[in-house]
């Protein structure tokens, strides 16, 4: 059992609020997990030519002590990137002139215990062991701005309770998943996907529906067209919350097992595992609140 939030915002008031309407949402799915806790924000991209990378350091000795000017100083020794650094607790935002891949192979041979947690031009990602109450104090998730955002609070039942196995999982650049429920046939899709290339850093199963589904993106498939396959390809019980660079979307499998509610207004679209999550939010006695069907896809552009 797993609790999954989502919160997109369409006033430029509200995105200035993101984090202090998340909080309580996340806070609100404790009993729900937790185990562990995590969210991806998206906000405005950076310029085409730049990226970013979320980094966490407290599998280092240094923890959140880790020197993150000095890594920097010597990306740009070796690299010449115009790196710069913005820290908030064990995890630090990367930002870079250049394509990821180059960065996150010097990464990874600079620092191994530093772990990479995202990629992309919108994306910042958070995530650590504690209870949901303490990771967002641990990194400030009330002052948290941007368009919208993917949270989660994780209750282990198949794989060792540890940052990297937290959600949200991503993938490629831009784009994050988070799960309630359980799959059983992951390994079937790691053996379909690693002679492709794909690389696996966990033993987890919502691992294996996140590199699938970006994968698809990476084929072609637009949002739609990914999950579409995702109903064919994975099996299990499953609610999947998403965030692009410009999207926010819901399935649930053909059972709809595990839980989810959605309250839309004119100012925002929020989703949780119960609404109580939710209640709290402005205008929520007003909003249009629902069930989503099984085996439905919903998106929402921010």
Known sequence: ????????????????????????????????????????????????????ISLYSGLTDAGSMYDWHGLVAALNRALGVAASARV???QAVIAFEGPVA??????????????VMSAGRSIDLFKDIGTPAEVAERYGFESLRGTHLVGHTRMATESA???????????????CLVHNGSLSNPNGIRRMLEPRGIHFDTDNDTEAACRFLEWRLREGDNLPGALQK??????????FLMGTATELALIRDPFACKPAVVAETDDYVAIASEFRSLAHLPGVKHANVFEPAPEEMYVWKR
Request: aromatic residues 8%; hydrophobic residues 40%.
């Open 161 to 175: 309770v540890t940052p990297d196995r937290a959600h949200p999982f991503t993938a490629g650049e831009d784009f």
């Open 230 to 239: 995702g109903f064919e390809a994975l099996d299990g019980f499953y609610t």
């Open 88 to 90: 908030r607790g064990n």
């Open 1 to 52: 059992m797993c609790g999954i939030v989502g919160l997109l915002v369409k006033t430029a008031a509200l995105q200035e609020r993101l984090g202090e309407l998340m909080v309580p949402m996340l806070i609100g799915m404790s009993d729900r997990g937790p185990d562990s806790a995590g969210m991806a924000v998206f906000s405005d991209p950076l310029p085409e030519g730049q990226r970013q």
């Open 102 to 115: 180059p960065v996150r192979q010097w990464v990874t041979g600079y620092a191994p215990a530093l772990h």
